[in-house]
């Protein structure tokens, strides 16, 4: 599977699966495409800054394709009570202020979505006056780490890592574009093979939009022809970015 400047091999089982169970494989992939980005900083003398217990860019909106927010619904049902009860209630208080709010342009919707274009932009803005904090950020550090979301892995920074604490007026210089996305990428596949429009959902919201949309959460596709039309959009992706390099060479 092509991943920017490198290729990932992945078996991958001939049986239909769910979209939410193709999605750790996709974290790794994300994973060991990140993990590419970070040794090639590294050599070339700016390594990524973001360390354990910095939360400054965990007051950011975080988008999820519709994949994943079936996922991290399904792993927080899947959590202890204990843990489950507190990540629950963080979850509600941050979605009750994300609707009280009401996003721009998207204030009559009780979901709301959004595209990967410049209303996201808008919205990351809007969301970042909020200053909420992310319902898995518990004393400093990611409650679900090993199961964040992929815009999450995909996003790091060579400059201060101080500069993050304002995303509003966070320097562009510094912040790190991998040479694929893969949360654009799960979004794009979920809305081809479901006939629709890429969906980005935010993450205090996506516990109350997978119980929504259930129906869809259960439907199961054949898992080969999924990682196909994956390595499909990765190339594509990868080509577009091409393009715009040599453009600007």
Same mark, same amino acid.
């Given at each position: 599977?092509?991943?920017?400047?490198?290729?990932?091999?992945?078996?991958?089982?001939?049986?239909?699966?769910?979209?939410?169970?193709?999605?750790?494989?996709?974290?790794?992939?994300?994973?060991?495409?990140?993990?590419?980005?970070?040794?090639?900083?590294?050599?070339?003398?700016?390594?990524?800054?973001?360390?354990?217990?910095?939360?400054?860019?965990?007051?950011?909106?975080?988008?999820?394709?519709?994949?994943?927010?079936?996922?991290?619904?399904?792993?927080?049902?899947?959590?202890?009570?204990?843990?489950?009860?507190?990540?629950?209630?963080?979850?509600?208080?941050?979605?009750?202020?994300?609707?009280?709010?009401?996003?721009?342009?998207? /204030?009559?919707?009780?979901? $709301?979505? +959004?595209?990967?274009?410049?209303? %996201?932009?808008?919205?990351? &803005?809007?969301? *970042? @006056?909020?200053?909420?904090?992310?319902?898995?950020?518990?004393?400093?550090?990611?409650?679900?780490?090993?199961?964040?979301?992929?815009?999450?892995?995909?996003?790091?920074?060579?400059?201060?890592?101080?500069?993050?604490?304002?995303?509003?007026?966070?320097?562009?210089?510094?912040?790190?574009?991998?040479?694929?996305?893969?949360?654009?990428?799960?979004?794009?596949?979920?809305?081809?093979?479901?006939?629709?429009?890429?969906?980005?959902?935010?993450?205090?919201?996506?516990?109350?939009?997978?119980?929504?949309?259930?129906?869809? /959460?259960?439907?199961?596709? $054949?898992? +080969?022809?999924?990682?196909?039309? %994956?390595?499909?959009?990765? &190339?594509?992706? *990868? @080509?577009?970015?091409?393009?715009?390099?040599?453009?600007?060479?």
């Amino acid at each position: 599977m092509p991943t920017g400047s490198e290729s990932v091999g992945m078996a991958v089982a001939n049986r239909s699966a769910r979209l939410s169970e193709i999605v750790p494989a996709v974290r790794a992939i994300s994973n060991r495409v990140m993990q590419s980005v970070s040794e090639s900083l590294a050599a070339a003398g700016t390594p990524v800054s973001c360390r354990k217990r910095c939360p400054a860019c965990c007051r950011y909106l975080v988008p999820l394709s519709a994949p994943e927010a079936f996922r991290i619904s399904e792993e927080v049902t899947a959590m202890p009570l204990r843990h489950r009860g507190r990540i629950v209630e963080r979850y509600v208080r941050a979605a009750q202020t994300v609707l009280r709010a009401g996003p721009p342009r998207l /204030a009559d919707s009780l979901h $709301p979505q +959004v595209g990967f274009d410049d209303t %996201l932009s808008r919205v990351s &803005r809007w969301y *970042a @006056g909020l200053e909420l904090e992310c319902p898995f950020l518990v004393r400093r550090i990611c409650a679900i780490y090993a199961a964040r979301p992929l815009a999450c892995r995909e996003h790091v920074v060579t400059h201060d890592p101080a500069l993050c604490a304002d995303p509003q007026h966070a320097p562009a210089e510094g912040q790190v574009s991998p040479p694929v996305s893969l949360t654009c990428a799960l979004s794009r596949l979920a809305a081809e093979v479901e006939n629709t429009e890429p969906e980005a959902i935010m993450l205090p919201l996506a516990m109350m939009w997978a119980q929504d949309h259930r129906q869809r /959460a259960e439907r199961t596709y $054949p898992a +080969v022809e999924l990682f196909e039309r %994956l390595v499909d959009i990765l &190339r594509r992706q *990868a @080509g577009s970015a091409d393009e715009r390099l040599a453009q600007t060479a």
